[in-house]
């Protein structure tokens, strides 16, 4: 099954003519989840075509309004359209907080519940999202303010079983076969054949890391480990290093090289100050440290599919 990552927003802090608040869509077989929420981010569900209704979860990094106030109208709307199935919400607990006192972002208001997953100063890894084929987790971050960021990671899939090396050790039962896949020792004459001898090695899945707002950093760096595309904070170039500091955020070539030390695939960048009309010095800056960056582009999409890796 084949993943879309799709950038929905790439500006910092203020929305241009040109780029839209943060947000980034992770779609596989038609259902969505959103790593952050910015204002207008339903819009760009629409511009993407993608359902709104079909969004199962939102992870929020922080509460600066640019990467959260999209939430609410959003929630709104899937009101609206009838949803009846829970969605997930996952963020800092202020953010908890915020949706239990406004009015309208109940249960009784809404026809779903929101089941929030609260992520508080202080923790170290939690995970957050979990269905039978992926897993979310998040880590802390290094911004002005408490922010966490995530990564979706595919469940390992079993090797691939070799029924023809299981007939060379002298496997007969087609019963065996499956006793074997599902881990168990099989005796046969002369000895016994365990999974190990008759299986190829575990199929890693596809991941997928979301940071920023941030500083470099370790909880950066862990999330984007060997991920096959991460999106990294990337608000400034060389000329702003010291803005960077400043304001908790990272530049281009700091982007390139938590990818590079996380040995990821893949860095698209994104965050971008409103300072730069087009990202190509930024993207100049990282390829010098990790040739694989692009910058992300609005509604452009990445299909990741782990049978590449397996060389299906
Ligand atoms: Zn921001
Ligand atoms: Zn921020």
């Not at 929905?8 to 869509?25: I, K, N, V, Y």
């Not at 803005?243 to 908790?248: F, H, K, Q």
């Not at 860095?267 to 960056?293: C, I, K, M, N």
Request: charged share 30%; aromatic share 6%.
């Amino acid at each position: 099954m084949t993943t879309t990552v799709l950038p929905l927003g790439t500006a910092s802090a203020l929305p241009t003519r040109d780029r839209h608040l943060s947000a980034l869509a992770v779609e596989r077989k038609g259902r969505v989840l959103l790593f952050d929420c910015g204002e207008g981010t339903q819009y760009r569900l629409m511009d993407a075509d993608l359902n709104r209704a079909r969004v199962d979860a939102v992870f929020i990094t922080h509460l600066h309004g640019d990467h959260v106030y999209g939430l609410m109208g959003l929630l709104s709307t899937l009101g609206q359209l009838g949803r009846a199935e829970p969605v997930v919400v996952a963020g800092p607990a202020a953010l908890d907080r915020m949706l239990r006192e406004m009015p309208g972002m109940q249960h009784g208001w809404l026809p779903y519940d929101v089941e929030f997953v609260s992520l508080d100063e202080g923790f170290d890894r939690a995970c957050v999202y979990e269905t039978e084929e992926l897993s979310v987790t998040a880590r802390p971050l290094d911004h002005r303010i408490f922010t966490a960021g995530y990564r979706l990671a595919e469940k390992t899939r079993p090797g691939r079983f070799d029924p023809g090396r299981a007939r060379d050790l002298g496997v007969t039962d087609p019963r065996d076969f499956g006793r074997l896949q599902d881990g168990e020792t099989i005796d046969v004459e002369g000895g016994t054949v365990d999974p190990d001898d008759v299986m190829g090695p575990e199929r890693q899945g596809i991941s997928v890391a979301y940071v920023t707002d941030t500083r470099p950093c370790e909880g950066g760096r862990r999330l984007a480990r060997e991920a096959d595309l991460v999106y990294h904070d990337a608000t400034f170039g060389d000329d702003l290093s010291d803005r960077a500091v400043e304001t908790g955020h990272s530049t281009a070539r700091e982007a390139a090289a938590v990818a590079r030390d996380a040995g990821a695939q893949r860095l698209l960048l994104g965050h971008f100050s409103a300072r730069y009309d087009t990202p190509e010095p930024l993207v100049e800056q990282a390829r010098e440290v990790f040739p694989a960056t692009d910058a992300a582009v609005e509604l452009a999409p990445t299909v990741l599919d782990p049978r590449e890796k397996w060389g299906e």
